[in-house]
């Protein structure tokens, strides 16, 4: 039975941990998947990075359904941009921020390359918010947050703000 792990908050120095590749395919990757979508269903969240639950595997789960009964795995995930001029801005939130939303700019045609649970290889070129999500989730690997595009002035805020609401101080 899949457990809830917990979620690293911002400005935890283990989210900034850049994600290592995964080359073991087992029970053991899929217990974490399991538990990650667990996780993140249970936190109202779309997307969940292995870093953000202090995991430091190149491994994203999403669930973008109305229902939440459309789990995606991926594993190793990768992207190109197709068209770098065009963009797609949408107001994004993140687990590991809570209470912070920003509209950021993300390419909007990308081509997605990633290996399921099996390690087998698969390729799409998702649009909309799907495009977006996977870039937030493959920036956490790579220990890059939705704070790095906002001002210094503002991520200081929302970091103390955090650290305030978390008693962290």
């Known amino acids: 039975m899949a457990k809830k792990l917990n979620i690293l908050i911002f400005p935890d120095p283990r989210l900034r941990k850049i994600a290592r590749k995964?080359?073991?395919f087992d029970k053991c990757l899929e217990i974490l998947a399991e538990d990650m979508l667990k996780t993140m269903y249970e936190a109202n969240g779309i997307g969940l990075a292995a870093t953000?639950?202090?995991?430091h595997l190149r491994l994203v789960?999403?669930?973008?359904s109305e229902n939440r009964d459309e789990p995606r795995i991926f594993v190793n995930p990768e992207y190109e941009v197709l068209d770098g001029h065009k963009m797609f801005e949408f107001e994004?939130?993140?687990?590991?921020i809570p209470g912070f939303n920003e509209t950021?700019?993300?390419?909007?045609k990308i081509k997605l390359i990633w290996q399921n649970l099996k390690g087998e290889m698969m390729e799409d070129t998702?649009?909309?918010?799907?495009?977006?999500?996977?870039q937030h989730e493959i920036d956490h690997l790579n220990?890059?947050?939705?704070?790095?595009?906002?001002?210094?002035?503002?991520?200081d805020r929302i970091k103390n703000k955090l650290l305030k609401d978390f008693n962290r101080i």
Do not use: F, N, W
């Open 143 to 155: 220990g890059k947050l939705m704070v790095d595009y906002v001002s210094i002035l503002k991520r």
């Open 104 to 108: 950021i700019a993300r390419p909007d």
């Open 22 to 24: 995964v080359t073991k």
């Open 61 to 64: 789960v999403m669930d973008l």
């Open 52 to 55: 953000q639950v202090d995991k």
């Open 92 to 96: 994004e939130g993140c687990l590991s």
């Open 126 to 134: 998702p649009e909309g918010i799907l495009t977006v999500c996977i």
